[in-house]
């Protein structure tokens, strides 16, 4: 997946928004909470959020870490786009955004 296809991707999910946060970073947010972030210089590298039970599994290879500056054992950083294919990609972005919507309020949850 590159930059385009996951901002494709991240766009057609509901009621998301995208902006540039920290110079350089495409943040994807639902109801002002981001669940998806990635990196605009050099290779494709994006911090999801993750259940806390699957993260000791996913930073087991060298390709996906703990993204810094977020919530410990709940965000990694995948710093290979080719890690995953497009359909899992799609997975753990819809479950990062899922993870995300679940925590808001009712009267911020799209749909």
């Given at each position: ?6 901002r494709?991707?991240c766009?057609?999910?509901p ?7 920290w ?6 947010s639902v ?15 994006v ?17 996906i870490?703990?993204a810094s500056?977020f ?5 990694i950083?995948?710093t290979?786009?080719t890690?995953f294919?497009r359909?899992e990609w799609e ?10 919507v679940?925590k808001l309020p ?6």
């Amino acid at each position: 997946m590159n930059i385009e296809e996951l901002r494709a991707f991240c766009l057609g999910l509901p009621a998301v928004t995208e902006d540039i946060k920290w110079v350089d970073n495409l943040v994807f947010s639902v109801a002002g909470k981001m669940f998806c972030l990635a990196g605009l210089d050099g290779p494709l590298h994006v911090a999801l959020k993750v259940p806390e039970e699957q993260f000791d599994d996913l930073t087991v290879s060298g390709d996906i870490i703990q993204a810094s500056h977020f919530a410990r054992r709940q965000w990694i950083a995948v710093t290979d786009e080719t890690r995953f294919s497009r359909a899992e990609w799609e997975h753990y972005i819809r479950q990062s955004y899922g993870l995300v919507v679940a925590k808001l309020p009712k009267k911020y949850r799209p749909g």
